[in-house]
């Protein structure tokens, strides 16, 4: 999609806006993770994430993007990515993914994550967690690789790691019509940050780049179709979809994970890489 395109390199002091606005996103998230709740409404989830944002004195960064209404995606059970809030009720064992995005001083941040409501099916839960593995094995691999090919081989090496015994046995699908990509000045820039194994090396992982990276894993394949409403996308076997996001920076120090609170220290850590200080 942006093959050739010029990437935009970001300074350390650029990096520390969109951290801010990273955080203002992680806080919007995690609002929604505390409060969600069987009988809430999709659109409910949505006006928490607006609160959370308006308070913050930022800006929604999908609310008018391309005609968007709302400030969130919310992609319930086979719903996988870009799901519109509205009068949805939702159910317990529900899979919920809420994606979000704002914008400080015209610098963006954009994250998601799934929760599955009580009375899980554990197969779900098993769901959400390999996508949320295999989301840090992608940002690890921007600290320890110099092309962004190395994210979607990490995705893929924990598919093929994990059990799936749960699943039927059954390896989960990992998404290729919807991809990550670059963000800073615009939520979307090139480079495209592929979540899945393929043949190109991908772009130079360098100083200064920023990216999202946001595999999204099914329990049925891959294929995906997008409803009449021209943005709900869904698993093309009905099988239940994880989504999960960070936006991270890569820095001459190292990597750091601008929606999180932590950069991402504690979990990657786990992988064995140390953030670098962005202070
Ligand atoms: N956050 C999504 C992404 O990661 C984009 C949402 S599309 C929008 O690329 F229209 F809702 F903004
Ligand atoms: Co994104």
């Keep these: ?18 951290r801010r606005a990273g955080l203002v996103v992680a806080d919007a998230l995690a609002a929604v993770r505390d409060e969600v709740r069987p009988g809430m409404t999709t659109a409910d989830l949505d006006a928490i994430a607006a609160a959370v944002i308006a308070a913050a004195g930022a800006t929604p960064s999908f609310l008018g993007y391309d005609g968007y209404p709302a400030t969130v995606c919310v992609s319930v059970n086979d719903e996988v990515v870009h799901g519109i809030p509205g009068p949805r009720v939702l159910e317990p064992g529900d899979v919920v993914s809420v994606d979000c995005g704002a914008i400080v001083d015209g610098w963006h941040g ?18 959400s967690d390999a996508a949320e593995r295999a989301m840090w094995a992608g940002i690890a691999a921007l600290a320890t690789s110099d092309r962004l090919g190395a994210v979607g081989e990490a995705v893929e090496d924990v598919v093929d790691a994990t059990d799936t ?7 989960y699908g990992v998404v290729e019509e919807y991809v990550g990509h670059g963000i800073g000045t615009a939520m979307h820039q090139p480079p495209d940050v592929l979540n899945y194994r393929a043949r190109a090396r991908g772009a130079r992982v360098r100083p200064g780049l920023c ?11 891959q294929a995906t179709q997008v409803l009449e409403d021209d943005w709900t996308v869904v698993t093309a076997d009905g099988s239940r979809a994880a989504h999960w996001e960070h936006t991270v920076a890569v820095l001459e120090s190292g990597i750091w994970v601008l929606t999180a609170r932590d950069g991402g220290a504690s979990r990657l850590a786990e992988l064995g890489v140390a953030v670098a200080p962005l202070d």
């Design 211 to 221: 990216v999202a990276v946001e595999p999204m894993l099914t329990r049925g394949t």
């Design 110 to 127: 954009d994250s998601a994550l799934t929760v599955v409501l009580a009375d899980a099916d554990p197969a779900d839960v098993a769901l």
């Design 1 to 18: 999609m942006f093959g050739h395109e010029r990437i935009e390199l970001k300074t350390p002091d650029q990096v520390r806006v969109m």
């Design 165 to 171: 015994a749960l699943n039927g046995g059954a390896r």
